[in-house]
């Protein structure tokens, strides 16, 4: 049997079994919360969807399902707006879905981030940093919809030329839309053809995503990665 480890995520141990099975294995109880709505949620919302999603062999205290065979997104078109309408558009009725206050999550979140973060930062930044912050409070005025929350090109499956499959909805909750869109509409699809407040809003997430990273490296006790977070200051 060959075993496959890929560590890198923040949430979770991940083992690939022969190239057949994932195995994913909480780090906190935060994250096994979090797979234990993934259980429910998705076989409720796999037949919603035009592509796979895991399918749970086995949930609790890990995760077991087959591998969905695919590479990660680059510029393959064909599917995702199909996917993402979908999924905004599914009824998450009384399924145990995160409803989080979105104006306090991300307030809190940019207060977290001024704690560790900031000071790492360049003097000279820290005026845009603090722009983008107060940027939170623009964040209103949308329609919540269940969001996967975490939609980059290692968790959107290609193959033939065609989203197959969208893995790791630990993050996933109900939302702004424009959390979905965050890194498509500022990296392979900005000609999509999208509401003006929903592009900005994505925009404004898609400048916010780095400093998850940073804010983890600190969490950690490493350096920060702040070259990103520069440029998308």
Do not use: K
């Amino acid at each position: 049997m060959s075993v496959v480890a890929v560590d890198d995520g923040f949430d979770f141990h991940v083992v690939v079994l022969d190239d057949t099975w994932v195995v994913r294995v909480p780090r906190r109880q935060a994250c096994a919360e979090a797979l234990a709505v993934e259980a429910v949620l998705l076989p409720a919302l796999a037949p919603a969807l035009p592509v796979r999603v895991p399918q749970f062999e086995h949930a609790h205290p890990f995760a077991v399902y087959r591998m969905i065979a695919g590479t990660p997104l680059v510029d393959e078109e064909d599917g995702v707006r199909e996917f993402l309408e979908a999924l905004h558009g599914f009824d998450v009725g009384a399924l145990p879905v995160p409803r989080p206050d979105w104006l306090e999550t991300y307030r809190a979140q940019c207060d977290e981030f001024r704690r560790l973060v900031l000071p790492h930062v360049d003097a000279g930044e820290r005026r845009r940093a603090e722009a983008l912050f107060a940027e939170v409070d623009t964040l209103i005025g949308f329609e919540s919809v269940l969001t996967h929350s975490d939609l980059g090109p290692e968790h959107l499956l290609c193959r033939d030329g065609r989203l197959a499959g969208v893995i790791d909805w630990g993050d996933t909750r109900v939302g702004d839309p424009a959390l979905d869109y965050s890194w498509l509409l500022n990296g392979p699809f900005p000609h999509w053809d999208v509401d003006d407040d929903l592009r900005r809003r994505a925009r404004f997430y898609h400048r916010l995503s780095p400093w998850f990273g940073a804010h983890r490296d600190v969490f950690l006790g490493r350096a920060p990665d702040l070259d990103v977070v520069r440029a998308r200051l």
